[in-house]
């Protein structure tokens, strides 16, 4: 009688995956508890963090107030336009240095094609903090530290991108190039009318992965930069947080902390599918 | 007539011959000054001695010499192969146990995906902050559960342990996602015979899921190594390699030796010997990638 319930029991959560959700429950919660712990942080008056450092439900609501008052500490507009220059700026030229040289390798025939595209490959395996002291000992003898230009450079040929679009660009049926050719329209005027719009998805997947590694960089931008009027949120941010030594502060660092991921969240809401195909594909570089 | 239908033949084929590698040109141009050109300049200077302002002296293999002859080189090596180690094991484990559990047709699938991939899309630099402030001894969140006044990130044996938390908790959820994809490709029929000889998940998982998803296993694993190795914002942020260099990580004592000592001899050879290493992890990566889209 007894096993038969336990049987019945048994069945039921087998069925409903009940000890399935159970533990995705408790896993997703850990990971969330630091999101969390973000919010309830960020809207907290800063004297509260003192007397109840650990209530759930604030007494007032000062989440604008904090990031007010962190933006008039240290200079957050600089640092966002940097941002939105930098990780902009940068996905343009990644596009327009990559779209010619991946429909080269597509679709044209040339003498040395296989070891061009080799020394293309080869850079995809080189990680961006092998490279870190190369790269600053050059950026450096240009005269170019402390510029936005400085936190680009590196990046402006993505092996990535030429992969993707190679891929893309030789998905498209030679019928369709021809029948461009006979009205006139080929090479890069092919290219701008017609060819970008085909391999639109793959320009969707590269740029959701551009936007998002440069958005997060923090080491070769921190390295290459000294003030404010070439470094970006996520250094102004850290260094904001660093100098904070009081409860009090946290408040603020946490408020703008929402400020910085919030474009990120909005991104992954809207794209979600995209995002995740993105990140699959992405591996170890941007 | 003939000469000129020639001449517009001739002007059409150099341009087509030509056209190729004017698309590339750009490309190349970058490729070369930015990554080739420095890479090779860096081998070429770790075979010198040399500072800022100093004279280049050559003297052949000495730096290499004098780095592995360095007990604090090796002290990071150990360090960085205990972190590379612990955060790979843990974070790539529980990532393929949640994959297995989460392979159904659950109701709120994407919930939990999302749930659990979001700190890899936030800046780990970001996630570093927060971390400091949950491990904040006096008004942090972690003792506070904990009912404890430890000081994580100040103490010998804790501080790296606290960084691999950092590590698994900014990973684990994309893992989860790469063995969720590779998951969905694994046949249903051989699961359904499986059920009809009567086995159980356990040895389902055992003798079916586990061999045919070891080529996702082992991309995983190396993909997390090479992330493992990379995680220097997480050690400039919330240790800076202390106490007593007990979190020092490799590319964290790289930066110390190039940018705050200005040692740039001994930093290219760093540098030379770190590329090398990620260099071949990430070769054995792409191979692995490329095996798994065309066999898989």
Not at chain 1, 94 to 110: H, K, N, T, V
């Amino acid at each position: 009688m007894r096993s038969q319930t336990r049987n019945k029991v048994w069945i039921f959560m087998e069925k409903n995956h009940v000890t399935t959700n159970l533990v995705l429950i408790i896993t997703s919660a850990i990971i969330v508890i630091p999101l969390f712990w973000i919010i309830i942080t960020a809207i907290k008056g800063p004297a509260e963090i003192f007397y109840r450092p650990f209530s759930l439900i604030p007494e007032r609501f000062a989440l604008f107030s904090n990031i007010a008052e962190a933006w008039s500490r240290a200079p957050f507009t600089n640092y966002y336009w940097n941002t939105v220059v930098v990780v902009m700026g940068l996905l343009v030229v990644q596009l327009i240095i990559a779209i010619p040289a991946a429909y080269a390798f597509a679709r044209l025939e040339f003498k040395g094609k296989n070891l061009l595209f080799m020394i293309v490959l080869v850079k995809l395996m080189i990680t961006a903090q092998s490279v870190l002291l190369p790269n600053y000992l050059l950026v450096s003898s240009l005269g170019l530290l402390d510029t936005k230009l400085a936190i680009a450079l590196p990046y402006f040929s993505s092996p990535l991108a030429v992969l993707l679009f190679r891929q893309a660009f030789k998905q498209i049926p030679q019928e369709v190039v021809d029948a461009a050719e006979i009205d006139g329209c080929q090479g890069l005027k092919f290219i701008w009318h017609i060819g970008i719009s085909l391999i639109k998805p793959m320009i969707v997947a590269l740029s959701v992965i551009s936007i998002v590694y440069h958005w997060n960089e923090f080491f070769w931008p921190m390295l290459v930069t000294d003030t404010a009027k070439a470094r970006t949120l996520t250094i102004g941010l850290a260094l904001f947080g660093l100098k904070g030594e009081t409860g009090a502060e946290w408040t603020l660092t946490m408020a703008i902390t929402i400020v910085v991921i919030i474009p990120l969240f909005f991104m992954f809401a809207v794209f979600r599918r995209q995002f995740i195909n993105s990140f699959m594909q992405s591996g170890t570089t941007g | 007539m003939v000469k000129n239908s020639q001449k517009v033949k001739r002007t059409k084929l150099t341009k087509s011959v030509i056209r190729p590698y004017l698309y590339l040109i750009p490309l190349f141009t970058f490729l070369i000054v930015f990554t080739y050109y420095p890479i090779a300049r860096m081998f070429y200077l770790s075979l010198f001695q040399w500072g800022i302002g100093s004279k280049k002296v050559f003297i052949g293999i000495e730096n290499y010499i004098t780095v592995s002859t360095t007990p604090l080189f090796w002290q990071v090596v150990r360090n960085n192969i205990v972190f590379s180690f612990g955060s790979v094991f843990i974070s790539v484990s529980l990532a393929l146990f949640l994959a297995v559990l989460a392979n159904k047709n659950l109701k709120f699938k994407g919930f939990y995906q999302s749930l659990l991939f979001y700190p890899h899309i936030i800046p780990l630099a970001v996630g570093a902050l927060i971390w400091i402030w949950l491990f904040n001894p006096r008004q942090g969140l972690f003792n506070h559960l904990l009912g404890a006044e430890v000081n994580w990130l100040n103490s010998f044996e804790l501080a790296l342990p606290s960084l691999m938390v950092v590590q698994i908790w900014a990973n684990m959820g994309y893992y989860f996602l790469l063995f969720l994809a590779g998951l969905q490709n694994l046949p249903a029929s051989l699961y359904e015979v499986a059920e009809l000889d009567g086995a159980n998940s356990w040895q389902k998982f055992r003798h079916l899921t586990f061999p045919l998803i070891s080529s996702t296993t082992f991309f995983v694993i190396l993909l997390a190594i090479i992330h493992s190795i990379q995680s220097v914002d997480l050690v400039y942020l919330m240790t800076e390699g202390g106490p007593a260099n007990s979190s020092n990580l490799i590319i964290y004592y790289l930066y110390t030796e190039a940018f705050r000592w200005w040692h740039l001899d001994i930093a290219s050879t760093i540098s030379s010997i770190l590329f090398i290493v990620l260099l071949l992890l990430t070769a054995l990566y792409f191979i692995l990638l490329e095996r798994k889209v065309y066999y898989a």
